[in-house]
């Protein structure tokens, strides 16, 4: 059994990727001094995110769109080196946009994620992914999703069934909209970032991994809260609303043996049974 040394970042990016890029690689410098094999940088951690969720998106010229061979990402691979990095990103296919997550080290790009559920009005600038999928790392197993993803257990629960055995979530969640508490530590949007990670990682009996924007953007102001949570859906490390790593070690493999010999919620479903009476056909 071998013990993985994992972090998420909570910390600050913006629309000038050479900053970002310095963010990111003083981030993957602190983290390789601390022995971290797999680093969660947060949603959007290359160019930004969106200025607002409000419906003036011409204001907003959005990201730059970066190609997933694109020479950025090349550049991020470099910088990841023997580490496994997760970075969020706007990709460019043709036309469309898409708000995505890479997945890379020195070799080059081990997956990608399009996010697939919009909040409020993201979709007015990016199109929408179609599916969730697990893949191999030399890290273990990993299933990534974005943000709003983490909202609908079908997205995790998908991963999980294609043996994800790490969840690897990458957030630009904000403070509540309305009624925000001045405090973001008692933000009604904080606790249910908070909750999601960890049910989540409970009812998948997975490793899960949670970065997030940290500070302002726009009308915009983030959660923070990035951390680790063990297959039992206890938080392992947490950096609280402030920017920061949250590091923690875990012998993967073991932790999912451990949570999953009695009751197995992969295992025990019953999914024959998960229909409903009220189904409406067009």
Not at 66 to 84: H, K, N, Q, V
Not at 206 to 211: E, K, Q, R
Request: aromatic share 8%.
């Amino acid at each position: 059994m071998t013990a993985l040394r994992m972090a998420a970042v909570a910390a600050e990016f913006g629309r000038d990727l050479e900053e970002d890029f310095a963010t990111a690689e003083r981030l993957i410098k602190e983290a390789r001094e601390q022995e971290v094999r797999l680093l969660a940088l947060p949603e959007a951690c290359l160019g930004g995110y969106l200025l607002s969720l409000d419906d003036d998106s011409e204001l907003d010229q959005g990201p730059p769109a970066l190609a997933l061979d694109g020479p950025e990402i090349r550049r991020l691979a470099f910088l990841a080196g023997e580490m496994t990095v997760v970075a969020g990103y706007c990709e460019a296919d043709g036309d469309a946009r898409y708000n995505s997550v890479v997945c890379v080290n020195g070799d080059g790009v081990l997956g990608n994620h399009r996010k697939v559920h919009q909040p409020l009005s993201e979709d007015a600038s990016y199109a929408s992914g179609d599916r969730f999928h697990a893949f191999d790392t030399p890290v273990g197993r990993i299933g990534m999703m974005i943000c709003y993803d983490k909202a609908f257990p079908e997205s995790a629960r998908a991963l999980a069934l294609d043996g994800a055995e790490i969840g690897v979530v990458v957030s630009a969640w904000p403070g509540a909209r309305t009624n925000a508490a001045t405090d973001l530590v008692n933000d009604r949007w904080k606790r249910r970032f908070d909750l999601f990670d960890r049910a989540r990682a409970l009812e998948n009996q997975i490793v899960w991994i949670s970065a997030n924007q940290a500070g302002t953007f726009g009308s915009l102001r983030f959660v923070g809260s990035a951390k680790i949570v063990d297959p039992g859906g206890e938080i392992l490390a947490d950096t609280g609303v402030e920017a920061g790593l949250a590091i923690a070690e875990l012998d993967v493999a073991q932790a999912l043996e451990t949570a999953r010999r009695s009751m197995g919620h992969l295992r025990d479903r019953r999914p024959e049974t998960y229909t409903y009476a009220g189904a409406v056909t067009a």
